[in-house]
């Protein structure tokens, strides 16, 4: 961030403000409004914060009208087709690629912070079997800081370093296990001679009544859904993570909070949302009523899987998804599954129509990772906790450059009031 020599001048009540500019090294200038209210006694008001800046950050550049989307500097596309998500986690949390070396490092000390707690285990039965999974990653993420105290403190950089890897390293294992108690199956504890989506797909899907082979294209395609889903800049779920950090509360519980936050049908929960939707439709015949049904404004049922308060233009993380919906579909010889079929003469019909067009709705990163997990075998609950287990390196990267920010301050919005002036108390006889 460069401080321009540029002002944009705002003129209230007669009285003029120059207000600083700040350029990125991409992407809009920025406005520097924080002296605003102590010199002209106004607020800005942007619900949503379609045009707000919270924060500066170096992890991720989003480009909505060119559909761009850059970690660190490198396109999503490149690091989905030749890197791979533990890579893509270095990446983002020490802001450049790894040497063979400090991969080799990574890959470990991530690997033997994988099993959790023993107690741990005792913690989930107090779920009914039928919870949904994201609520018990809620519980269980947000009941880590008493299991694992001893890197809570936010002041101490070993104890933050420790307190990611060990983020990283467990949430695949509490997903898993969340997933297995709601089947009533036994855990399956990780394993240190699997990579990190193969270890995955053994805990969730291997019985103690046989061994577990892990299909190397179904890990890649794991790998490559764990890696599109990585960070995303400051959207909901980051921001409820960087608001809860502000007041230095421990980095699980504010991750607790961002898992809370994503699990919303306008957030992560659009995966299982849409494949939803599409079981719901079930036949390509049906779509056109669907469709007018998202275009009625007297109607609240929108397309899942379709928007963004950024991309409007196409999400690249859509693109690389719908390659591997053929691959994988193709491998497992469902590529004639109806609920495919839906889809793509969904975004067919959809993408033709002058409604989605002219509103620059287009298939977001929730519309094809539906129909990989599905093939894959979980089911639709499972959905959202795979996207919460992806985003935590988001989180805890965009967590730690905060932390580390000597500007960082608790995050503390205004509003525009607009309830009753003071007024006085009046007795109950009296009302
Ligand atoms: C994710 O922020 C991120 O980066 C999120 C994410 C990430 O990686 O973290 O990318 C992950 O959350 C992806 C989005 C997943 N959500 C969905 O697929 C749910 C369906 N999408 C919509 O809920 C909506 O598109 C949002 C919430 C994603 C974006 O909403 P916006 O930008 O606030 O847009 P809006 O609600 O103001 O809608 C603008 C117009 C409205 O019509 P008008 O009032 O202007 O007439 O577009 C319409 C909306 O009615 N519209 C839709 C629609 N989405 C918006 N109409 C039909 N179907 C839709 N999906």
């Not at 936010?154 to 297995?180: G, L, N």
Request: glycine share 6%.
């Amino acid at each position: 961030m460069t401080d321009t020599n540029k002002t944009a001048t705002l003129t209230l009540d007669g009285k003029t403000y120059e207000l600083p500019v700040l350029s990125p090294t991409e992407g809009p200038d920025v406005i520097d409004i924080r002296k605003l209210y102590g010199q002209a006694n106004v607020f800005t008001y942007d619900p949503g914060f379609t045009s707000t800046a919270s924060c500066d950050s170096s992890i991720t550049y989003i480009d909505g009208e060119e559909g761009i989307l850059l970690h660190r500097g490198y396109p999503i596309g490149d690091l989905a087709g030749k890197s791979h998500y533990l890579e893509v986690c270095y990446l983002l949390l020490y802001g450049a690629l790894p040497s063979a070396a400090e991969l080799e490092d990574f890959e470990t000390r991530v690997t033997r912070h994988t099993m959790v707690h023993e107690q741990m285990h005792r913690f989930f039965t107090g779920f009914r079997r039928d919870a949904h999974p994201m609520a018990i990653m809620t519980g269980v993420v947000g009941a880590m800081s008493a299991f694992y105290h001893d890197s809570t403190d936010i002041s101490d950089p070993w104890q933050r370093e420790v307190a990611s890897i060990r983020m990283i390293a467990k949430m695949p294992t509490i997903a898993a296990m969340a997933y297995k108690y709601t089947i009533g199956q036994p855990f399956v504890y990780p394993r240190n001679d699997l990579d990190y989506a193969s270890n995955f797909l053994r805990m969730c899907f291997a019985v103690p009544a046989e061994e577990y082979q892990v299909d190397p294209i179904l890990s890649r395609a794991m790998d490559r859904i764990f890696t599109l889903h990585a960070d995303h800049e400051q959207n909901a779920s980051t921001s409820t993570v960087r608001l809860a950090s502000s007041s230095g509360a421990n980095p699980f519980a504010c991750i607790a909070a961002g898992i809370a936050c994503l699990w919303g049908p306008a957030h992560g929960g659009a995966n299982q949302a849409c494949l939803e939707m599409l079981r719901e439709i079930g036949t390509v015949d049906k779509i056109p009523e669907y469709i007018a049904r998202a275009k009625d404004k007297n109607d609240p049922f929108r397309l899942m899987g379709f928007g963004h308060r950024v991309y409007k233009n196409f999400d690249p993380r859509a693109k690389v998804m719908k390659e591997s919906a053929d691959e994988v579909l193709e491998l497992l010889g469902v590529e004639n599954n109806p609920t495919l079929q839906v889809a793509k003469e969904l975004e067919r019909q959809a993408l033709d129509d002058d409604y989605f067009v002219s509103k620059k709705l287009f298939p977001n990163v929730d519309f094809y990772s539906g129909i990989i997990l599905e093939a894959m075998g979980f089911p639709t609950a499972m959905f959202t906790p795979i996207f919460a287990l992806s985003r935590t390196v988001g989180w805890i990267s965009q967590w730690k450059e905060m932390i580390e920010d000597p500007q960082m301050k608790i995050g503390r919005p205004r509003q525009l009031y607009t309830g009753a002036s003071e007024r006085p108390y009046v007795d109950v006889e009296n009302r």
